[in-house]
């Protein structure tokens, strides 16, 4: 369930959370996977958090190691890319980029802050059964 989408004419990256009501801002076909261009709907309700997921019979065909995410992951996700670089002085002139891919691992890092001077600092929010071992195999 990404947060982040692409938009098929610009290319731009489109983070479902910056928009009051998606549906209204995006036709159909607009929005694609980042990994697979893959056409991607929105799913925004009540009950759910709103997220981007593929059409039910066109699964994602990326390579990127996936593995499904909870409410609780998608929440600590954001929390984690909104207060972390607004509470911690280390972190304020740091930018977030939510689902950020690391080609050279196959993996899709939850959130990165790319800061002013270049560096790159990626968090995981663990709540799924990824072993410390799975994990280790992406230190690039």
């Known amino acids: 369930m990404p947060?982040?989408?692409k938009n098929k004419q610009t290319g731009d990256r489109v983070n479902i959370l910056e928009y009051q009501n998606p549906r209204e801002e995006f036709?159909?076909?607009?929005?694609?996977?980042?990994?697979?261009?893959g056409e991607l709907i929105i799913v925004a309700g009540f009950v759910r958090m709103k997220?981007?997921?593929?059409?039910?019979?066109s699964p994602c065909k990326s390579d990127y190691g996936r593995h499904p995410e909870s409410y609780?992951?998608?929440f600590f996700?954001?929390?984690?890319s909104e207060k972390l670089s607004q509470e911690s002085s280390e972190y304020l002139n740091?930018?977030?980029i939510l689902e950020y891919p690391i080609p050279e691992a196959k993996r899709i890092a939850d959130?990165?802050?790319q800061f002013p001077n270049g560096w790159l600092v990626v968090h995981e929010v663990q709540l799924s059964s990824i072993t410390t071992e799975e994990?280790?195999?992406c230190v690039v």
């Open 111 to 113: 959130i990165a802050f």
């Open 72 to 74: 609780e992951h998608l």
């Open 3 to 5: 947060f982040i989408a």
């Open 135 to 137: 994990l280790q195999k």
């Open 51 to 57: 997220h981007f997921r593929h059409r039910q019979n």
């Open 94 to 96: 740091a930018e977030p």
């Open 27 to 37: 036709q159909k076909g607009d929005l694609v996977c980042l990994f697979c261009d």
């Open 77 to 80: 996700k954001k929390l984690l």
